[in-house]
């Protein structure tokens, strides 16, 4: 029996970024059924510069264990930069309120590290996904364009999970080991990993699965002109 599409107004606000999942697979024609859906996104002249691994099982479960061993011995090698210091003024305060709502939601206090650290190293493990899609880019001039063909990539991937009854995170911290994830999927030198997307069927039972993240009102980041 066919699940039934969601509109797209329900689609984009049931999106979420889910944190906890269902070992569940998706079977190989749900999977092709979504990369279909992400395969007619927009890009800069047609580019297309998707380049997008999608793992699953044991070369999952062996990327896992690479990633935090490499995390645990300080050896993180991201094709682009990140830092919270980079964020201001409201920018960063949205990024600690989202911190604190995940982890107050988990019961974990702001000073408990060894709890902190545990989670954090759960990102690793793609939040028990049975799936992760690594997305891979060229490099054209600075990247911003190209990047921001990946990044709708992601967002027509993300939604077509979503309307389609499944879940996904996008996790900028999956592109900090490009180095041995390049080197594991066979990925040339010269494709740089933006980040990564866990996906699968959430589990709805998490205690974070109620973590609902605030929207700003449409007033305070559109201006109208004319």
């Not at 993180?76 to 920018?91: A, E, I, K, N, V």
């Not at 992760?132 to 490099?139: G, I, V």
Request: charged share 20%; glycine share 6%.
């Amino acid at each position: 029996m066919t699940t039934p599409i969601l509109a797209f107004d329900e689609t984009v606000r049931q999106r979420v970024s889910t944190r906890a999942f269902l070992p569940t697979p998706l079977t190989d024609e749900q999977l092709q059924e979504v990369l279909q859906d992400a395969q007619y996104s927009p890009s800069n002249c047609n580019t297309q510069p998707w380049n997008v691994h999608v793992v699953s099982g044991e070369t999952k479960n062996k990327l896992a264990q690479a990633m935090i061993a490499n995390d645990l011995a300080g050896k993180q090698t991201p094709d682009f930069s990140f830092s919270y210091d980079d964020f201001f003024g409201d920018y960063y305060t949205r990024s600690q309120d989202q911190a604190r709502l995940y982890y107050d939601s988990l019961g974990i206090a702001r000073d408990d590290k060894d709890k902190r650290h545990e989670m954090y190293l759960k990102n690793y493990q793609f939040f028990n996904a049975p799936h992760a899609a690594f997305l891979f880019m060229p490099s054209f001039g600075d990247n911003i364009r190209v990047a921001s063909d990946i990044g709708m990539y992601a967002q027509s991937f993300l939604l077509s999970l979503t309307a389609r009854g499944y879940a996904g995170i996008p996790q900028t911290l999956l592109g900090f080991h490009a180095d041995i994830i390049r080197a594991a999927l066979g990925v040339p030198d010269d494709y740089r990993l933006l980040f990564g997307i866990s996906f699968g069927y959430a589990d709805t039972t998490a205690p974070s699965a109620k973590i609902r993240q605030p929207r700003l009102p449409v007033a305070t980041s559109v201006r109208m002109h004319g």
